[in-house]
């Protein structure tokens, strides 16, 4: 008996193409429906389903040393069929960085656009696509150096159902921001600061049995593009 004919490949479900490379992709449709009791509290019947919602998921790397950050897309847009809810870059050292990409589409009135949310010029500027962890902060400097670090690009996205039996009508994304997680080797200054970022949290940690350890998160606003 031959082998059954199943896909040993990642699909590019957000069509990035290009120098993406798809390392992993998921869907999770959800349905409504209504539900009706008996007087004792049972259940008498369920509805047909309604509200249809495609929510997707995928991991990508980059295919060369430079360009990520102006290749990555904007949060907000439809790419493939797909409104970008969100999405992450993380890079460790000695490793090529990890692209994470969520979003959705519903069946009854999908999103053909949105507000959009793109890249600042500084995260371009510092997110390449080299291997090795990226001082999105800026902060290392002798005895500090950076170990890892994550870039994240989210905002809040509203959908609205109306009318019978209850279907999504509309949809927007507000709320754009930023945010850099970055993990040091050494001790960054307890009042760290990074221009033009609000700082969210310093972690700084020492031990007997290990090197020093100290982190850094912030949050910056984005314009809409």
């Not at 957000?14 to 490379?21: P, Q, R, T, V």
């Not at 295919?63 to 069929?81: C, I």
């Not at 870039?151 to 509309?170: L, M, Q, R």
């Not at 993990?183 to 009042?191: C, P, Q, T, V, W």
């Amino acid at each position: 008996m031959a082998d059954a004919l199943v896909s040993l490949e990642a699909s590019d479900i957000f069509g990035l193409g290009g120098n993406f490379i798809s390392k992993s992709a998921g869907r999770s449709i959800d349905l409504a429906h209504a539900v009706m009791k008996k007087a004792n509290g049972d259940f008498e019947v369920f509805s047909s389903t309604f509200n249809s919602i495609d929510n997707v998921t995928a991991t990508y790397t980059f295919n060369s040393l430079t360009g990520l950050g102006a290749a990555l897309p904007a949060l907000g847009e439809v790419s493939n069929a797909y409104l970008i809810t969100g999405f992450d870059v993380s890079s460790p050292t000695g490793e090529y960085p990890t692209i994470n990409i969520n979003g959705h589409q519903h069946e009854e009135n999908a999103h053909t656009e949105n507000n959009q949310y793109a890249v600042s010029a500084a995260m371009i500027a510092l997110i390449t696509g080299a291997v090795g962890a990226y001082d999105l902060a800026g902060l290392a400097s002798d005895p500090t150096c950076v170990q890892s670090s994550t870039y994240t690009i989210g905002a809040k996205h509203i959908d609205a159902e109306c009318g019978s039996p209850g279907n999504h009508w509309v949809g927007q994304t507000i709320e754009g921001m930023e945010t850099i997680t970055v993990n040091y080797i050494g001790h960054i200054s307890a009042s760290a600061v990074i221009d033009g970022w609000t700082v969210t949290n310093i972690s700084i940690d020492d031990s007997n049995d290990a090197f020093d350890i100290s982190s850094i998160t912030a949050e910056k606003l984005i314009v809409r593009s």
